[in-house]
């Protein structure tokens, strides 16, 4: 079982930046792929960006390309989003998951999930 709580968000002017913590505790956190998603009411939620365990990165969203970044320490079982020069459109609840080993855009490919980080870009 592994348990996940995010942090970090709030209401940012446009052009700013947030950093969004994921911190997991359970049963070898480590070794789990780490997605990042956001999702918009009346939308289906997306994948944004996500770490394996080997600390490989894969970006599922253009739109996020050159302004945020995904890291991990496992010393202290933490996933970080580095959200830079934030648009409106980047408004939505961010969500962390775990999933096994890979990194996959898909929602279904995660067995754990946190409740949520509400994050507002608005001037």
């Known amino acids: 079982q592994l348990q996940l709580a995010e942090s970090g968000g709030g209401l940012v002017q446009p052009g700013g930046s947030l950093r969004l913590s994921c911190v997991a505790s359970g049963f070898g956190p480590h070794k789990y792929a780490i997605g990042w998603f956001r999702q918009v009411p009346g939308k289906e939620r997306e994948a944004v960006l996500c770490?394996?365990?080997?600390?490989?990165?894969?970006n599922f969203l253009d739109s996020v390309k050159g302004r945020f970044t995904i890291s991990r320490n496992n010393a202290e079982n933490t996933i970080s989003l580095q959200m830079n020069n934030l648009k409106p459109e980047d408004t939505a609840v961010y969500f962390c998951?775990?999933?096994?080993?890979?990194?996959?855009?898909?929602?279904?490919?995660?067995?754990?999930w946190g409740q949520g980080t509400q994050v507002t870009v608005s001037s």
């Open positions: 998951a775990a999933g096994n080993y890979v990194c996959y855009p898909d929602d279904y490919e995660y067995d754990y």
């Open positions: 770490i394996d365990e080997d600390s490989k990165v894969k």
